[in-house]
């Protein structure tokens, strides 16, 4: 397969394109703005083979991409920060209505003020929405994750967000393996899900129901959300098969003897990855997908491993509760007998994570964080 020099945000367009998509909806807002850019210039060229529609917010967007896919249509469309604030209602909308839709947020940090890091807490703020998460370390994983998640939304009638960090990823170039389009659409294949609107037959959805009803279908969505890290699997073995690459829910790194793991997604799972040969005795656990969250995984991992102590990096901050990542990693791992003790490293606002930073937290854990909480800026 060829190789191409794109950033993370052309990486998706690519993947976009490849799908074959049959409607984009598109505002632009910074820093996903080169996503919908590079699938303008596909369309311009002749070369999207979709219906590109321009719209006036981020929350038409996502009503488009409702009303598309409740004809039948694939989906997509890309925001940011404020934008995938302001689709907050049309986000639940489109997961109670089970429409497999695909969305990209490129995370940037949440003003007031402004700051065009990349805080992980637009996205992690719509994780009870319905919706699954999925978080990329780089560009190939940004291409190959938005395939597998048109396969993974399509099997279970849900939405899935693709995330990855705002200009570390989305403006940072890097080689990706860019198989073509017959392939990707061998791969993904025809859409499957019936449209629940359809010309000449009248119809009412999204109408008001009695609670009774309403619990019903939220047990329904509940199910099928719990499906989603073994369907995963599944869907990366065949992906595999085709392309060559793997990915799972959560990966990790277990070398023998290692007591402390570093729990990290996103880019910074990159820096921690580069970083382990100057961290003696220290393993990483990857998150990948969020939502849901895959406890089973994460506990099957500490089972074989030797790890005493887990460090998890959240570059988000749920003010009064501490770093969402870790909140969730306590709750997964609630009960467990010989539970490893729990340190956080917040990075919230976006600051950057560089080798040295990890390092110096690593070894002064026992040292200087006796409350299991550190703030990154400490670090600087």
Known sequence: MPFEVVSGSQAAAIAVQRVGVDMVAAYPITPQT????????????????????????????????????????????????????????????????????VMVNVNRSI???????????????????????????????????????????????LPCMVVFDGFYISHTYEAVDIPDKK????????????????????????????????IQLIKLKYEAMMKAPALFEGI??????????????????TPRGAKTAILAA?????????????????????????????????????????????????????VGAGGIFAQELKAALYGLEDRPAIYELSLAGGIDLTGEMLIEMVESIDQNVKSGYRWGDELL
């Open 34 to 101: 080169a996503i919908v850019e590079t699938l303008a210039n596909f369309d311009a060229r002749g070369e999207l083979g979709a219906e590109f529609v321009s719209v006036e917010s981020e929350y038409s967007a996502l009503a488009c991409c409702n009303g598309a896919a409740a004809a039948g249509a694939r989906v997509f469309t890309a925001t940011a920060s404020h934008g995938l604030a302001y689709m907050h209602e049309m986000i639940h909308w489109c997961s109670g209505a089970r429409f497999p839709i």
């Open 236 to 253: 990366n073995s065949n992906f595999e098969e085709v392309f060559g690459r793997r990915y799972s829910a959560v990966d990790a790194v």
């Open 111 to 157: 003003g007031a003020p402004w700051c065009l890091d990349p805080d992980q807490g637009d996205s992690l703020s719509q994780r009870d929405t319905g919706w699954m998460q999925i978080y990329c370390s780089g560009a190939q994983e940004v291409f190959d994750t938005i395939l597998q998640a048109y396969r993974l939304s399509e099997e279970l009638l």
């Open 266 to 318: 996103g880019a910074t799972a990159e820096t921690v990855r580069w970083s382990l040969p100057q961290l003696a005795g220290t393993g990483m656990i990857q998150l990948r997908m969020f939502r849901p969250f895959p406890a089973e995984q994460i506990r099957a991992i500490l089972k074989k491993s030797e790890f005493e102590r887990i460090v998890v990096i959240d570059r988000n901050c749920s």
């Open 183 to 214: 392939q990707v659409e061998r791969f993904i294949g025809p859409p499957t899900f019936p449209p629940q609107v359809v010309p000449g037959e009248p119809g009412n959805i999204h109408g008001i129901i009695p609670g009774e009803k309403q």
